[in-house]
Nanobody, 125 residues
Framework: QVQLVESGGGLVQPGGSLRLSCASSASTFNDYAIGWFRQAPGKKREAVACINSYRGTTLYADSVKGRFTASRDNAKNTAYLHMNGLQPEDTAVYSC??????????????????WGQGTQVTVFS
């Protein structure tokens, strides 16, 4: 298991940017792919982005492609989600999660074993 702690959510105006962080103290953090998910009120949890472990290859949902970037700093046991061009429809609770099995096309929350607590992102005008 790998425990994850998120930070970086907040309030932002449309067009603004935020960076979410997902940190772990686990020595095995670097063995895990990290996924980012979001859930808006009354909606199902949506896969947003995923970054593989050592090679750092990434996958994105079409809704965020070109605006969001997933990255990781394995030396700091931390993954990041850089969000640019935020819009009101991006408002949600964002969570990071870990999977030992890597990111693949169509990745889904059921594939991830360990989850952060979630952080609120609100985009308002």
């Amino acid at each position: 298991q790998v425990q994850l702690v998120e930070s970086g959510g907040g309030l932002v105006q449309p067009g603004g940017s935020l960076r979410l962080s997902c940190a772990s103290s686990a020595s095995t953090f670097n063995d895990y792919a990290i996924g980012w998910f979001r859930q808006a009120p009354g909606k199902k949890r949506e896969a947003v982005a995923c970054i593989n472990s050592y090679r750092g290859t990434t996958l994105y949902a079409d809704s965020v492609k070109g605006r969001f970037t997933a990255s990781r700093d394995n030396a700091k046991n931390t993954a990041y989600l850089h969000m640019n061009g935020l819009q009101p429809e991006d408002t949600a609770v964002y969570s990071c999660a870990a999977t030992y099995y890597g990111c693949y096309d169509g990745f889904a929350d059921v594939e991830f074993s360990d989850w952060g607590q979630g952080t609120q992102v609100t985009v308002f005008s």
